[in-house]
Structure formats: C-alpha cells, structure tokens
C-alpha cells in the first residue's frame, strides 16, 4: 500500500531533550516536507527536500533540523525542544515540487513539550 | 501579510444546498493551486487542483482569478460526508502555503 509512515504518532516530551521524528515514504517521491500545524496557524512548512542531500528552509525552520540521506526517509531533529515546538506535524511527499503533484501526508504526529 | 488568507468560517449548511469557499494569495508569482480537505485533525487530503481554466470534478469547481489574486471553490448539493475543512493551498517555487482552513458543517 502506498503511504507515508511517520513515528512515534504521540509523543510527551520534557524542554531540552532531543527527539527525531522519523518520516518514510514507499512511492519513490522526490520530493518530502515537514509542516506543523497549530490552532489559527494553519499548516507551516519547516524544511522540505527536493531529492536526496537537497535540503531547503519552509518558512519556519528555527528549532529544527532535517536530513536526507536516502530517497525513502525524510527525518526531522529537535535538538532541544522548547515548549513553543509543542503542535501537530505532518510529514508529506510528491514526486515533485514546483508543479501540479499531489502532496500525499503522514497521520501526524502530535508533539507535547514540558 | 499572509501568503494565503481564507474565511475560517464556519460554514453551517443544510443537506442539498450549495456553500463557496474563496481564498486570497499575495505573491503574484505563485504558480499552482490546490484545495485540501481535512477531517478533524487528520491529514490533509487533496480535493482538487485549480487550473486557470477553471475545472470541475463532480460537486465540486475550482476557479482561479490570477488578476485577482483569487480562488474558489464551489460545492453542488452539500452531503453530510462533506463536511470538514478545506484548505486552501498555493505552490511557489518549492514551497507551499496553506491557507488557515475553512471550516464547513452540512446538516440533516
């Protein structure tokens, strides 16, 4: 079944301790995004990717760091986690960018910070 | 300024009856259009694609004004199962932007 996998899906956390979110894709998409969501918000794109060791900034990628070292898997770094990374994130992949290819998302993963 | 502004709602509507959605985006330079659906909390599903031609897909029409800066999207005879919010979604240059959400609620 085609899908994106991200993991853990709940996750309490306390200030200061490092957390990866992990992201995988079986479609052989390109391209692959973080987003967080959060109330009046809407979804903000953090990093997204364009292929393998191509990495860009989203428009909020303070407090994150990402990596892609193979197609599949997308994983997303809080170093020190803030109480302000508290939101919901939604990983997501398409085989390209810049065009008129669905975006298919992970279920989320809802991140608590003490 | 936004990037891409909605009217979060909510839409409350009967069962049959036929509800727009608009949406604005401020870069001019954006260069393709969607519309999500989201169901409480889950994750965004796409609804359909907005062409400059305007297209349609059953119940539902995407327009896209690029003078205006503007999207809509009109659903057909509401069905309970359509509710949920809509996100407006823009494409530039390898990032998108989302739109807060319309939130709509068709009733018996």
């Known amino acids: 079944e085609a899908q994106v996998t991200q993991n853990p899906r709940y996750l309490i956390t306390v200030t200061g301790k490092k957390l990866t979110v992990t992201c995988s894709q079986n479609?052989?998409?390109?391209?692959m995004s973080w987003y967080r969501q959060d109330p009046g918000l809407g979804l903000r794109q953090i990093y997204y990717?364009?292929?393998?060791?191509?990495?860009d900034k989203g428009d909020v990628p303070e407090g994150y760091k990402v990596s892609r070292k193979e197609k599949r898997n997308f994983p997303l770094i809080l170093e020190s986690p803030s109480p302000n990374q508290t939101s919901l994130y939604f990983c997501?992949?398409?085989?390209?960018?810049?065009?008129?290819?669905?975006?298919?998302f992970g279920p989320g993963t809802r991140l608590t910070v003490l | 300024r936004k990037e891409v502004e909605q009217d979060p709602g909510p839409f409350n509507v009967p069962e049959g009856a036929t509800v727009a959605f608009n949406c604005t985006y401020s870069n001019s330079a954006s260069q393709s259009f969607f519309w999500y659906r989201q169901d409480c909390r889950k994750e965004p599903k796409l609804l359909m694609s907005v062409y400059s031609s305007g297209n349609e897909d059953g119940r539902f029409t995407a327009q896209l004004n690029r003078a205006s800066q503007y999207i809509s999207l009109l659903i057909r005879d509401s069905k309970l199962s359509d509710s949920a919010t809509y996100l407006c979604?823009?494409?530039?240059?390898?990032?998108?932007?989302f739109g807060t959400g319309t939130s709509l609620t068709v009733i018996p």
């Open positions: 979604v823009v494409n530039n240059r390898n990032q998108f932007y």
């Open positions: 997501a992949s398409s085989f390209r960018g810049s065009s008129y290819n669905e975006q298919f």
């Open positions: 990717s364009m292929n393998v060791e191509v990495t």
């Open positions: 479609m052989n998409h390109e391209y």
